[in-house]
């Protein structure tokens, strides 16, 4: 057979369901949320697993029928070729799976095992014969992912479901915010109440209305947990967060009496007869769909070394890749929480409703990862990742939990600014007084190292269940706390209860303001997606406090700014470096987007606190201790983490104050720590920024944030001898707003390497600055004082020859640039 007639096609056709469509599935089965932020239907979801399973199939069917009909001969080795690729694809997922290499070595196993498969496939007919027993998965592996429970009910979902007829005995202003992510740990004191100086909103509304101390979510994952606590019964694994699968919920419930203003970004519970959806065309969002699915298949199969530079595809779980760089994909996923957050805000008290009383709904993605805000809402770094995240596991990293546990603290505190908005609003609508409001979030986080981050443990229970919940009833009262053991199952009926109204079905929550009722005897959180019902004893505020207790050892009075240092070296900070005698260096320190560190403004949406870099130990040193200096005092201490990330070793982070920072630049340094023996300190300067203005790499992330600048034509961003640099695709271009800063001196362009010898033309504007042969490292600056530049918008163009590496790389690649820079002056 030799891979000839109609075979080779089955053949392809069933390796392509399990090398590619079967690691999506095996996802998005567990992730229907995915489709319902999409807002998909079933004619479209039908339509992405026959694109996936038959459309892509028969596109290489086709190749293989028109290569047979041109040249026969190569027929069996095209679909060997397919075959091994995709026998490759397989290998490197289940290399992935194992973990702990650095990326080089799985993708070259992967694609010797692909090479192997396909000559195997070509050359035995045993081979042939196996593939086709395969073949039976172009049926099956498409038949499973739509009969999965949770994608089944989305092929039936309709959209019936109406407001239910009820009466009610007192129709106050109704408000329901929801965070999402949000342990209650994080917001108590040692005395287990909420922190007056760091959360003083959380703690005021602590102090004006029932605070239910001992409160715990029921669920892990948001899909699970909101409808719990919109319909007040434990959650059901067949069900999706859809009004089809729980049309009585809190928005039926009212929709018949109030007017509803609802942000639900990730769910649908709300009926589209009460909240009308503003939907794009279905190829839009099939479109949208198969973008993000890019994402998705790129974090499944890539080693973690590749997969951590992909955008994080749980966030919000769409729009990974909706813009147009992989930069802004990756820095600036939608929807901007803060915006949901001011849209949600700026509803309250406006629009005519007839009489009829407003019930707002908020479910928002804070203090949810990726953590990047301050207090004030601006943002202090440009990192989304989640360092040390693994298959959902933080790595074993004591230092790299601190830095994350400090980065989620300091999101926190921006979500109290958030509800001091709220209330503030409310009071100025006229409405906070009577309304009947709750605050509660819909699950907690755990961030121990070695731990799963959001699947619950017996030991990391308190971390994933315990969350805040506070209700206000109308009208003026004195604010109390309460023990009882509640759930989130029981926030709805309190509601009603509040409300007069009978609940047309059964609950399996309570009221949890009956003076009659005494709680709860045992705490319950369905796990790993509500197969797993866990119970524990009814209190968690040992289990609590004992987390607290570890959070005021890290961070002192729990305040994120109060900088942990890296090996208990706390008597560093404040001090000035150059108090300390000098050592010798051992270590070569980079300073990820020095550019950003050094142009600060108080005012802007970026105040650039989180410095993060590497370091690169000399011989058979130690890693050090790395000290982080602002205008020459001590402001961090750090060290680099024990595992790789974005592509190299020796990682580091630091967070330092940001009333620190100085408007306009700063000088800042990073120093290797050196402990005599005599126990005293010396330091080894490693890193010296001088705070002057420097040009922006024009290639890198930060020049989208700086310059708004827009780059096409390179792979993504990696590293090289302690470099980034990217890969041009043969044809980059860079365009530069011209009032973006001052009229350019010079074009300087740094070339790292280039595969082989290539002919590389440079110009600006049309201007043809450099047109040769360039051959590896390469580098040269460019007077400009020939070019008519032509404003607003500069355009560089490099474009070069290619070439595919003879490795498991299969990118065209034109030349690996490290730097493009436009210059004012002549340095």
Known sequence: MSGRGPHAALHVASLWCIAVAQPLFEVLRGSPEFFVAHDTGPAELLGLVLLLCLAAPAACAIALWSIGRLAPEWRPRTAGALGGVLAAAVALQVLGALGGWHAALPLAAAAAGGAAAGLAYFRLAPVRLFATFLSPAIAVVPAAFLLSPGIAGLLATSDTEQPLDVTFGATPPVVVVIFDQLPLISLLDADGRIDPALYPHFAELADGSTWFRNASAVAEYTGFALPAILTGNYPERRDLPVAADHPRNLFTLLGGRYRLHVQEPLTELCPQALCPPERAPPAVRLAAILSDLVVVYLAVVLPDDLSARLPPVTQGWHDFAARDTFAERFFAPRPDPRDVVATFIDSIGSGAGGGDPPFYFLHVLLPHHPWLYLRSGQRFTLQRADVGLRNERWLDDEWAATIRYQRHLLQLQYVDTVVGALVARLRAAGLYDGALLAVTADHGASLRPGFPFLQATEASFADIAAVPL??????????????????????????????????????????????????????????????????????????????????????????????????????????????????????????????????????????????????????????????????????????????????????????????????????????????????????????????????????????????????????????????????????????????????????????????????????????????????????????????????????????????????????????????????????
Request: hydrophobic share 40%; glycine share 10%.
């Open 470 to 827: 506070f209700i206000k009833r109308p009208g003026p009262r004195d604010g109390q706390t309460l023990d009882t053991t509640v759930e989130t199952i029981d926030i709805l009926p309190t509601l009603a209860a509040e409300l007069g109204v009978r609940l047309p079905w059964t609950t399996d929550g309570a009221n949890a303001l009956d003076p009659a009722w005494s709680g709860r005897p045992a705490k319950t959180l369905l796990a790993g997606g509500a197969t797993n019902r866990l119970t524990v004893p009814a209190d968690l505020r040992g289990a609590v406090m004992e987390r607290v207790a570890h959070k005021l050892a890290l961070f002192e009075d729990g305040d994120p700014l109060q900088a942990p240092a890296a090996g208990g070296s706390t008597d560093l900070i404040g001090k000035r470096a150059a108090d300390y005698p000098a050592a010798p260096l051992q270590v070569d320190v980079t300073v990820d987007a020095p550019e950003l560190l050094g142009a600060v403004d108080p005012e802007g949406d970026l105040v650039p606190a989180h410095v993060t870099g590497a370091a690169v130990v000399r011989e058979d040193a130690a890693p050090p201790l790395l000290a982080v200096t602002l205008n020459g005092v001590i402001a961090a201490v750090t060290r680099p983490y024990s595992f790789g990330a974005y592509g190299r070793d020796g990682c580091w982070g630091a967070l330092v104050d940001p009333a620190l920072r100085r408007p306009g630049a700063d000088t800042r340094g990073v120093f290797a720590v050196h402990e005599r023996g005599d126990g005293t300190v010396a330091l080894a300067e490693a890193y010296a920024g001088d705070g002057a203005p420097r040009a922006v790499n024009l290639i890198l992330d930060t020049a989208a944030e700086l310059l708004g600048a827009t780059a096409s034509g390179f792979h993504g961003q990696e590293y090289a001898e302690g470099s980034a640099f990217r890969w041009t695709t043969g044809e980059a271009r860079i365009s530069v707003p011209g009032a973006a800063q001052p009229p350019p001196a010079e074009l300087a362009v740094d070339v790292l390497m280039t595969g082989r010898p290539k002919r590389l033309r440079v110009e600006i504007d049309g201007c043809v600055l450099f047109d040769d042969t360039v051959t590896n490292r390469w580098s040269e600056v460019f007077s400009l004082d020939g070019c008519r530049l032509t404003p607003p918008t500069l355009e560089i163009r490099l474009v070069s020859d290619t070439h595919v590496p003879e490795t498991s790389d299969n990118r065209t690649l034109g030349v690996g640039v490290a730097a493009v820079e436009l210059r004012t002056a002549a340095r």
